[in-house]
């Protein structure tokens, strides 16, 4: 599965980077998805990138981890459930990534973004969940327990929510994650109570 949504985002770039009205009638704009009811671009935008740097770190990130909890999954739930298990969880992080930014933004014909880095953020988390004491390392160079960087990731996504005028939607990214954290310690751990 982790293969194939990489292979997926692959191919979405290179047709979309030869016509700009499937990008542009794709990627997440709040403003139109209330406006015309697309809401379907909560998911097409997930395939989408601005360019071939971001979609090699969302793929690399991907790809990485999302191998591991597939294969976490599977091993626990069997092959098929553990994939199909899988494939909820990235389509349900994508989708709960995407709905802050489009009532932050619904009125604003301005903005607009795109990326899988809501879903991939949700699946690091996951594998936190599952591994937390595992090294991840920050801008490849330090190395930090994987709850720690959990938390720091946290902490500058919401920062930079709220600071930053980069273009980057850090509103997915960090909704993804706690929606990942939230899925990854439910499916570990149960329901509470």
Known sequence: MTLSLVLANIAVYVMTSANASIF???????YLEQR???YYRWITSGFLHANL???ALNLLVLYQFGGTVETVFKSIFGFFEGGMLFLCCYFGILIMSGLPTFLKF??????ASVGASGAVSGILFIYTVYFPTNLLYILGLVPVPAILFGALYL???KWASSKSED?????AHYYGAVAGLLMGAI???GFPG
Request: charged share 25%.
């Open 187 to 189: 499916i570990r751990f």
């Open 155 to 157: 902490f500058y996504s």
């Open 36 to 38: 015309d009811k697309s």
């Open 106 to 111: 619904r009125n604003n014909p301005n903005y």
């Open 24 to 30: 542009n009638a794709s990627k997440h704009y709040p």
């Open 167 to 171: 273009h980057i939607d850090h509103d």
């Open 53 to 55: 740097m971001h979609l």
